[in-house]
């Protein structure tokens, strides 16, 4: 089964017997909570720096290519998604030989995009290892293929200079120890023992971390499901650092994640940094590590149908925003079971790299942009060996007028520039009370992403223009609007007609008190002048929304019971319901099925007073609240649990309310919360919900 190494694979097996022996004193019981912030930051550095890596997808489901039966839009969950049994899937083992892999192809292409290091997929959740492991033979020496795809992607990788990184899942849907068993396999959850899968996880771990040489990253997933405990999350990344201290993992080798959005909850979870998923965070994360993945189209695997492809555009802009709030853009490819990287990404890589060999110094070792919002494009910035801070404008939208406005920027400028101007032609550079003005030439040098440079005196000195607060944007008696900044140097003015203050307007002391319809503008003064741009925000007063008339309403809502897979919310009136009946509040205790189910609730919600009312959904996958025929809020499609929110006018009585929600794989959530006058945000409680006995609450879905 062994091959004979080359020379590189024997001299990564001397480092390999090195580093472990010079690491065999470190216990894997040692607390993480040990590391100093100076060590924390050392061994971060590497990653902060980067800024930019690629995601690879690759493993079995790249032979059915998203197809199975009369199903095209799998992707690498299709062995769950498909429902296939365990003997079928296996037969893809058989087909999986990609003779066109090319590990130093593949990792050029990287290198060439400006990428500074590949997280791959040494096993997904299907269970099927791309290296050559000892503890399993549903790996890549079982396929016609027979060569360690690990072991060559590290050493391309370490010749390369890129930082080699493995995904490992925590879900295993084919070991036989690994619970909870999926609700359509036929086999038996008897016997099956997770202590053991969890030895044979940790076996693996090692086998990765001590056969390839130094890995960067750890990438962990398949920790929601709840088998895997906080306790064993703590417990192998201790393993992992037993065995390389200096490994980064991410934050999904433990509970706490926050869904889609890939924040830890709190400090008490294990993990170097945070994951949103498909999503960048919209304001910065400051002082948090964070990492967004992204895929070119819609499947993080290959589907052969999938032309749903971000634009070259799209994807540069993407970078700019996430280094702009101080994360990593991890950007995927799905490799097709040839061995190929899809036609589409190879074009997209190459021309991100034509962009990055020019505006790379804009995105590595850059931190966050010191402006919360800039109506043009991006910021990224340095800080210069003098104590001065270099900012790189991406200008997205060149302004038609060739000045560039940066508002609320206090320092001196010194000097700009355009990155892609290899002269470096000093471009003009005046003060408008609160801003810089760049002077720029008529046509961008890129019409994606063009970069100015700015050198400034100092550390950025920036105001944002104040922050106008309120529960909501509308009211029924009067209504407190906060007006604050974060600058103790700075006297907020505002104005509640729309023109823009001046210092001679009221001054915002914390809240303002409505009582009728008004558009409040505020901005920042520093010693009689202005050192902000405006903010604005229009309050409306509302009539409520008039109650319904029960003469006996009943205790409790009705509910509609579906099955079906389904990508967003169905529409409920053209299907049949499974079940119906009455039920005590957004419960799923008449359904039949673990997955692929939908409800729909209606009923009566009893208000308490006259005023507005926010409500909230929590819930994976889709849902969608209604008050009469009013939605209120929109969480609708196939998410992770996430929550939205929306906000009515209602007068005291009854409201017809309805909630339609469906689920279809991972997690299973709804939850249903609310929040008004004198009411903390809370789950409605069953003791407000009621239906109109035999009739039908009125419902616009």
């Known amino acids: 089964m062994r091959r004979t190494a080359s020379t590189i694979f024997v001299l990564m097996m001397i480092w390999n017997a090195s580093y472990c022996s010079a690491q065999a004193t470190i216990h894997e019981d040692s607390k993480m909570s040990t590391e100093t912030k100076a060590q924390r930051n050392r061994r971060m550095s590497w990653w902060r720096e980067a800024r930019f890596g690629l995601f690879i997808h690759w ?6 290519a998203g197809q199975w039966q009369d199903n095209d839009d799998h992707g690498e969950w299709i062995m769950h998604s498909g429902r296939i049994p365990l003997d079928a899937y296996e037969t893809f083992r058989e087909k999986f030989n990609p003779t066109r892999f090319d590990a130093e192809a593949w990792v050029r292409m990287a290198q060439q995009a400006g990428m500074k290091y590949v997280v791959i997929t040494t096993k997904h959740h299907d269970g099927f290892c791309l290296f050559d492991s000892q503890h399993t033979d549903y790996d890549i020496m079982a396929t016609p293929f027979q060569r360690d795809i690990m072991k060559e992607m590290s050493a391309a990788c370490q010749k390369a200079g890129l ?16 619970l909870p068993r999926r609700e359509w396999e036929p086999r038996s959850a008897d016997g099956a023992d997770f202590d053991r899968y969890l030895a044979y996880l940790k076996n693996q771990v090692r086998e990765l971390l001590t056969n390839y040489g130094p890995i960067g990253i750890m990438w962990f997933d398949g920790e929601w499901e709840g088998t895997w ?15 390389q201290p200096d490994v980064i993992v991410n934050n999904r080798v433990d509970k706490g994640r926050r869904g889609m959005q890939g924040m830890t909850t709190s400090d008490e979870f294990e993990g170097d940094y945070g994951t949103p998923e498909q999503e960048i965070p919209p304001r910065g994360l400051t002082g948090v590590d964070w990492e967004t993945c992204m895929t070119m189209n819609r499947h993080w695997g290959y589907n052969r149908q999938d032309t749903d492809w971000k634009s070259t555009a799209d994807l540069i802009r993407m970078l700019a925003d996430t280094a702009s709030k101080g994360g990593n853009f991890l950007l995927n490819v799905g490799p097709t079971a040839e061995g190929l990287f899809p036609q589409p990404c190879v074009e997209r890589l190459r021309e991100i790299g034509a962009w990055m060999r020019v505006n790379g110094e804009a995105i590595h070792g850059t931190t966050a942009s010191p402006f919360r919002e800039l109506t043009w494009g991006r910021c990224t910035c340095k800080t210069t060996e003098n ?11 060149w302004p038609n007028d060739r000045r560039l406005v940066v508002s609320g920027l206090s320092n001196e400028g010194r000097q700009a520039f355009l990155l892609a101007d290899p002269g470096r032609s000093p471009l003009k550079i005046v003060r408008k009370e609160d801003a810089l003005v760049v002077h720029l030439p008529a046509q961008p040098p890129d019409t994606i992403n063009s970069v100015a440079v700015v050198d400034i005196v100092g550390h950025p000195d920036v105001v944002d223009p104040p922050i106008i607060d309120a529960p909501t944007d509308m009211f029924v008696d009067s209504l407190a609007v906060s007006v604050t900044t974060d600058r103790s140097d700075v006297d907020v003015r505002y104005t509640e007609d729309n023109n823009p203050p001046t210092v001679q307007s009221p001054r915002a002391d914390g809240s303002i008190r409505l009582h009728k319809s008004a558009t409040i503008t505020a901005r920042g003064f520093r010693n009689g002048q202005p050192v902000s741009g405006c903010s604005r925000a229009t309050f409306r007063k509302v009539a409520p929304r008039p109650p319904v008339d029960v003469a006996e309403p009943v205790e409790g809502l009705l509910y509609e019971y579906f099955e079906g897979v389904w990508d967003r919310l169905p529409d409920f009136d053209a299907l049949t319901p499974m079940k119906s009946g009455t039920i005590a509040d957004f419960e799923f205790s008449p359904r039949t099925s673990i997955y692929r189910f939908a409800f729909r609730y209606h009923g009566l919600l009893r208000i308490p007073r006259d005023g507005v009312y926010t409500f909230h959904t929590v819930s994976d996958d889709g849902s969608r609240l209604y008050i009469g025929d009013e939605l ?38 709804l939850e249903v919360y609310y929040t008004g006058p004198e009411t903390e945000k ?4 069953p003791s407000a919900l009621f239906h109109p006995g035999g009739q039908k609450a009125k419902s616009g879905v």
């Open 632 to 669: 209120v809020v929109d969480n609708d499609g196939l998410h992770e649990v996430q929550e939205a929110a929306g906000s009515v006018a209602l007068a005291t009585g009854l409201h017809p309310i309805t909630v339609t929600y469906f689920e279809r794989t991972g997690a299973v959530a």
């Open 387 to 397: 104590g001065n801070t270099r900012l790189y404008l991406h200008v997205f939208d």
């Open 163 to 178: 930082r080699m990184c493995w995904y490992h899942s925590i879900m295993d849907w084919h070991h036989a120890d690994y």
């Open 682 to 685: 809370q789950r409605i409680p």
């Open 59 to 64: 493993g079995l489901y790249a032979v059915p």
């Open 229 to 243: 405990t906080h306790e064993h999350g703590r417990d192998l990344c201790r393993h992992v650092r037993s065995l």
